[in-house]
């Protein structure tokens, strides 16, 4: 099993910033993928940004060049970093960890808990 715990959420005003952490626990060989999403009530959860143990990432395009995401592979932590943010940002955002499990490729997913991250206008 695989545990992953957010930090860094929280208020911030509209083109502020605001880091969120995630780190991994647990059995963690064989996670080749880490990312955030967030999910706001009645919407379905959204990609943010994700970034592979080689170092490839993927940013949404609502978020691109405002949010990066970094990685720490062998500790299996990712951070990301939001600048610039805007009041439709407020969401919770999940920590999502990408784990392989057999040789052919099959991979489990796991999340966080979520951090609330509220921008104020």
């Known amino acids: 099993q695989v545990e992953l715990v957010e930090s860094g959420g929280g208020l911030v005003q509209a083109g502020g910033s605001l880091r969120l952490s995630c780190a991994a626990s647990?059995?963690?060989?064989?996670?080749?993928?880490m990312g955030w999403y967030r999910q706001v009530p009645g919407r379905q959860r959204e990609l943010v940004a994700t970034i592979t143990d080689g170092g490839v990432t993927n940013v949404a395009d609502s978020v691109k060049g405002r949010f990066t995401i970094s990685g720490d592979n062998a500790k299996k932590m990712v951070d990301l970093q939001m600048n610039s943010v805007k009041p439709e940002a407020t969401a919770v955002y999940y920590c999502?960890?990408?784990?392989?499990?057999?040789?052919?490729?099959?991979?489990?997913?796991?999340w966080g808990k979520g951090t609330l991250v509220t921008v104020s206008s």
């Open positions: 647990g059995r963690i060989f064989g996670i080749n993928a």
């Open positions: 999502n960890a990408v784990r392989r499990i057999t040789v052919e490729g099959a991979s489990v997913d796991y």
